[in-house]
């Protein structure tokens, strides 16, 4: 398989120019990116341990000696500083340096939700007096949300590869298998065919276990009944997540009107998607139509999740979210009802926001299948 991070360059300094005018217009001097996806978004490097300081002028990314030859390889945009202190500490260090006049406040702003409060002590400790840390809005987060082309091609290159992975599934499931042995062979076809790991831990939830939302693989064998299947890997750092409910047995009636109405709400979703319409709106689609067949009380999650970098990441398509659709958001529409003592059925896509409406990025069939 070619290296597909290197079929793809990445708009770096667009990205960093479009957070250093957000810096401007919210009046911070710096910004301190340290949570990893930022970083990786921001320059292009993907190791464990990296700070940016992004100023309105410029950006300089430090990094450790282990990382020497990965951050001259991978950063783009800003200028590498191998430093023998903590990246961030580094950072703090060099902004000290650089700004000496003690007249001026220098608005310092931090991702403090991805920071330690023993790092922030650190940094007060290091920087003069005349520095303010300020917690900044989450800006890089507002910008991964809107995909650009490339991403998208990523995006849609990691759903594909984890579709692939439901034909182990339909190999691999059979009545008396454990859960964990179904998620065994599917993340060892997942490394076969090229992915980096799993965007999360498999789930494969059987019997009255379908009605854990995240019921994790577990020892258990699979006896008769739904059987919920999610799953998802990464490539090229970009995530993909599915959701497939089967049905090991012969489902009874009940069964299979239960699992139209999953169904049916997810396609109610997946309708409401379009530029302008609020992430609250697609919640309020899908949960009218499982209201209507006397389920709601049985939806106890939101309705979806921004996928890229990480797997879960904005928009929350959630109830009163007023966070409006955008073309080249990605997004997933996923459903569920789960009886808990019984049973559970989700039913989830990946969708791309596009000018008209959505596009639907997970090819697998929605059809209730029975082993």
Known sequence: MPDIVKLHTMDHKGRLQRLQQGLRQRRFDTLLVNHPPNVRYLCGFTGSAGAMAVSQKGAIFF??????????????????????????????????????????????????????????????????????????????????????????????????????????????????????????????????????????????????????PHGRASNKPIGEGFVVCDFGVILAGYCSDMTRTLYVGRPTADARLFYQAVWEAQQAGIEAVRPGATVGEVDRAARNTLEKAGLARYFTHSTGHGVGLEIHEAPRVAAAQPQTLQPGMVITIEPGAYVPGRWGVRIEDMVVVTDSGCEVLTPTTKELITI
């Open 63 to 212: 990094t450790d000696g282990r990382y020497i030859a990965q951050a001259k390889e991978q950063s783009q945009g800003a200028r590498v500083v191998i430093a023998r202190r903590p990246p961030l500490v580094a950072a703090a260090e060099r902004l000290a340096k650089t700004h000496k006049d003690g007249t001026k406040t220098h608005v310092l702003g931090i991702e403090a939700e991805h920071m330690s409060v023993a790092s922030r002590t650190r940094l007060s400790a290091t920087l003069p007096k005349s520095f303010r840390l300020k917690e900044a809005p989450p800006l890089v987060e507002q910008s991964r949300m809107t995909k650009d082309a490339e991403e998208i091609d990523l995006i849609r290159r990691a759903v594909l590869l984890g579709a692939g992975l439901f034909d182990t599934i339909l190999e691999t499931i059979r009545l008396g298998i454990r859960e964990s042995d179904v998620a065994a062979e599917m993340e060892y076809a997942a490394r076969r065919a090229g992915a980096e790991g799993m965007s999360f831990e498999t789930i494969i939830a059987a019997g009255q276990r379908s009605a854990l």
